[in-house]
């Protein structure tokens, strides 16, 4: 039995870039219909989130097809922590793919766009936390039975679903 590199920890598939006719009208749309903000806008773009998720939705302007399954640009998995971006970029390279380029968005948020192996464009990359991310809470190494202290703080969330006021209560939409 061969031993397999460690992989690298993500938030799982959680962006998808969209080519679109005209940005702003589809965000509309989106968040008519789903409720998404912008929490970035550039020439030609608008990046979407769902509240209380870690959720993007990129919709950018661009030559070639749009709908139908031809307008997805590339499909994107988010980083937990910056310093994994290099490490990303090896495990790219040993898996086959190809980085098309690396970079950073601003400075603490780098990033890499690569194909894979049938030519699908994806990104690496890590965002700084947006006014609408969950809380993040810490991975769990193993499964077990909850202790005495973790049953007691989800008991005490799901009250305070309720009975706090949205203003003190982070979990809470407003």
Same mark, same amino acid.
């Given at each position: 039995?061969?031993?397999?590199?460690?992989?690298?920890?993500?938030?799982?598939?959680?962006?998808?870039?969209?080519?679109? %006719?005209?940005?702003?009208?589809?965000?509309?749309? &989106?968040?008519?219909?789903? $409720?998404?903000?912008?929490? &970035?806008?550039?020439?030609?773009?608008?990046? %979407?989130?769902?509240?209380?998720?870690?959720?993007?939705?990129?919709?950018?302007?661009?030559? $070639?097809?749009? $709908?139908? $399954?031809?307008?997805?640009?590339?499909?994107?998995?988010?980083?937990?922590?910056?310093?994994?971006?290099? %490490? %990303?970029?090896?495990?790219?390279?040993?898996?086959?793919?190809?980085?098309?380029?690396?970079?950073?968005?601003?400075?603490?948020?780098? &990033?890499?766009?690569?194909?894979?192996?049938?030519? &699908?464009?994806?990104?690496?990359?890590?965002?700084?936390?947006?006014?609408?991310?969950?809380?993040?809470?810490?991975?769990?190494?193993?499964?077990?039975?909850?202790?005495?202290?973790?049953?007691?703080?989800?008991?005490?969330?799901?009250?305070?679903?309720?009975?706090?006021?949205?203003?003190?209560?982070?979990?809470?939409?407003?």
């Amino acid at each position: 039995m061969s031993t397999s590199p460690t992989v690298i920890p993500t938030f799982g598939l959680t962006h998808v870039a969209l080519r679109v %006719a005209d940005a702003e009208r589809t965000f509309r749309f &989106y968040a008519d219909v789903f $409720g998404v903000v912008a929490v &970035y806008r550039g020439a030609g773009f608008v990046q %979407a989130q769902t509240p209380g998720s870690r959720d993007v939705l990129v919709f950018e302007e661009g030559d $070639g097809p749009t $709908g139908a $399954g031809g307008g997805i640009a590339h499909i994107g998995f988010r980083l937990r922590d910056p310093a994994d971006i290099d %490490a %990303a970029v090896e495990a790219v390279r040993r898996a086959g793919g190809r980085v098309l380029h690396q970079g950073e968005f601003v400075p603490g948020e780098p &990033y890499l766009f690569a194909t894979d192996l049938d030519g &699908y464009e994806f990104e690496i990359w890590f965002e700084l936390p947006t006014p609408v991310d969950p809380p993040v809470l810490p991975v769990r190494k193993s499964i077990s039975r909850p202790s005495r202290l973790a049953q007691s703080f989800a008991h005490s969330i799901a009250c305070s679903e309720t009975s706090m006021p949205a203003a003190l209560n982070p979990w809470r939409a407003k």
